[in-house]
């Protein structure tokens, strides 16, 4: 099934030489993990709070693509640098499901947008993760499997972001396309915990 985390081979060789400089300057892959869900929830509660100016939304797209980036960084700086640890896993799955709901939650602001479909991505969105999570505990490795996994979201939240932003929308669509990616979510939770159990099945040994 297709998705944008297909391309993340490609975006990780263009950050290699940024993370060998942001590791030669000290910085940590734990700081850089706190760092973006500490921005993306001061981002969320800007426009929430001040959700009548609509073009503070445009701050969504531009926040993604720096996300998606220091996801990127923080993941190279610990599996590249030997920053690994107990902590930077908690931290890094955490850290996730927080900067999810903080830039998903202030769609609900939007006049006409379902806050109940809001809502409710957002927990699908936290669920999900937790699914592919679990993919250690059952034997099989981290789940990233489906239609809308995080770079999926980020890029539809973006582009919803900016129509909203250039008042290119109709709420009527903004709900459709919410309910699609529910949809989407629970396709993709699915797929995880299938996945999950078809790789843990196949791991075990044969008796």
Not at 56 to 82: K, Q, S, T, Y
């Amino acid at each position: 099934m297709l998705s944008i985390y297909q391309l993340k081979p490609r975006f990780q060789n263009l950050l290699r030489p940024l993370v060998q400089r942001l590791y030669d300057n000290g910085t940590t892959a734990n700081q850089v993990t706190v760092l973006a869900a500490v921005v993306s929830v001061l981002i969320g509660v800007l426009i929430a709070c001040f959700a009548d100016h609509l073009w503070l939304f445009a701050l969504v797209p531009l926040w993604m693509i720096v996300r998606m980036a220091l996801n990127a960084v923080d993941g190279m700086l610990a599996r590249e640098f030997g920053q690994q640890s107990p902590l930077g896993a908690y931290l890094n799955e955490l850290c996730d499901v927080v900067a999810d709901a903080a830039l998903i939650l202030p769609f609900a602001w939007v006049p006409g947008v379902s806050p109940m479909l809001v809502v409710a991505v957002a927990l699908l969105a936290a669920f999900v993760e937790y699914a592919g999570v679990l993919g250690p505990m059952v034997g099989a490795s981290r789940r990233y499997d489906g239609p809308t996994g995080k770079s999926d979201r980020a890029f539809l939240f973006g582009f919803m972001a900016t129509a909203i932003a250039l008042g290119w929308y109709s709420t009527g669509w903004l709900n459709g396309l919410l309910l699609a990616i529910a949809g989407l979510s629970v396709v993709t939770l699915v797929k995880r915990v299938r996945e999950g159990l078809k790789e843990a099945s196949q791991a075990k040994p044969c008796a």
